[in-house]
């Protein structure tokens, strides 16, 4: 299994602030015959499912806002919110689907400061 | 719009069988792009992925569950199924079923979910 390790396990920032997540595999993700990291994150607040927001590592779902953003390849990645809003307070996972027998992180709780 | 709804008992037994069925709504099962799949998530906890189906049948499951687990397809009635045998208190967790793309040999990431229903394993 792929082991995906997020930091920190919690994280409070003020409204407005930048809000910086990671996530490490425990091997590469990224495929090297397409050049794509097989690697979302996803938005969970209480209560509902989880909410794709970015796949491929960096790619927007349609409708997430540009605050919000994904960068990284291989085994380091991270999640940036720009300019938190108070609606961002949530649960927030990555995920690979670089094997069939995908994995997550056990999740960043971020709330405001 | 794709909608996913989980349905089944709330409250399942000790040594029993958990069993789960999701509907999926707005669009076909069989168009052939997706996989479905079912992930659950203890209370308070993280999300542990179960398992995928495809519209033929093909399954893959979680190594550490796939001795209990079953998913199946209905196409006829647009839905999927899951079967977790033996279930103990462990178990308990909020199931969700979702959508995965397909693209070639690649499995995506989860686009759309159902809105969950939380299974107690308890006597």
Do not use: H
Request: proline letters at 4%; hydrophobic letters at 30%.
């Amino acid at each position: 299994d792929i082991v995906m390790t997020q930091s920190p396990d919690s994280l409070a920032v003020s409204l407005g602030e930048r809000a910086t997540i990671n996530c490490k595999s425990s091997q590469s993700v990224l495929y090297s015959s397409n050049n794509k990291n097989y690697l979302a994150w996803y938005q969970q607040k209480p209560g509902q499912p989880p909410k794709l927001l970015i796949y491929w590592a960096s790619t927007r779902e349609s409708g997430v806002p540009d605050r919000f953003s994904g960068s990284g390849s291989g085994t380091d990645f991270t999640l940036t919110i720009s300019s938190l809003q108070a609606e961002d307070v949530a649960v927030y996972y990555c995920q690979q689907y670089y094997s069939t027998g995908v994995t997550f992180g056990q999740g960043t709780r971020l709330e405001i400061k | 719009q794709v909608q996913l709804q989980e349905s089944g008992p709330g409250l399942v037994k000790p040594s029993q069988t958990l069993s789960l069925t999701c509907t999926v709504s707005g669009g076909s099962i069989s168009s052939g792009d997706y996989y479905w799949s079912w992930i659950r998530q203890p209370p308070g906890k993280g999300l542990e992925w179960i398992g995928y189906i495809y519209y033929s049948g093909s399954t893959y499951y979680n190594p550490s569950l796939k001795s209990r687990v079953t998913i199946s397809v209905d196409t006829s009635k647009n839905q999927f199924s899951l079967k977790l045998s033996s279930v103990t208190a462990a178990d308990t967790a909020v199931y969700y079923c979702a959508r995965a793309l397909g693209m070639g040999y690649d499995i995506l990431a989860f686009d759309y979910w159902g809105q969950g229903t939380l299974v107690t394993v308890s006597s």
